[in-house]
């Protein structure tokens, strides 16, 4: 993207979860909104911020409409992972005895 939003690359699009590609899209529109108002009254400076704020629109649309059909995948947000402790607890204890005897 030459004139475009660098943050919203489409590899980068892979890695936000769905209320953030919501969240991204909601502001983009209020951008390109606040663009045609400085348009109309003569005060937008830069053109070109238009046209790239439209491409960012429609890159969100299709990345939320290709994880709607499957076709591009959803990130797993990581689980927190539980610190494992080296003494067994008491009730693991039975178990483990079954275990070794079957």
Do not use: C, W
């Not at 969100?60 to 494992?84: D, Q």
């Amino acid at each position: 993207m030459a004139v475009g939003t660098k943050t919203l690359a489409p590899s980068e699009l892979d890695t936000f979860e769905d209320q953030r590609l919501v969240e991204e899209l909601r502001k983009a529109k209020e951008e390109l909104f606040n663009l045609r108002f400085q348009s109309a009254t003569g005060q937008l400076e830069s053109h070109g911020r238009i046209r790239a704020v439209k491409r960012d629109i429609a890159r969100l649309y299709t990345v939320i409409r290709e994880r709607e059909l499957g076709i591009r995948a959803t990130p797993v947000a990581e689980a927190p992972k539980a610190k494992k402790t080296k003494a067994k607890k008491a009730d693991d204890a039975p178990e483990a005895a079954k275990e070794e005897t079957e």
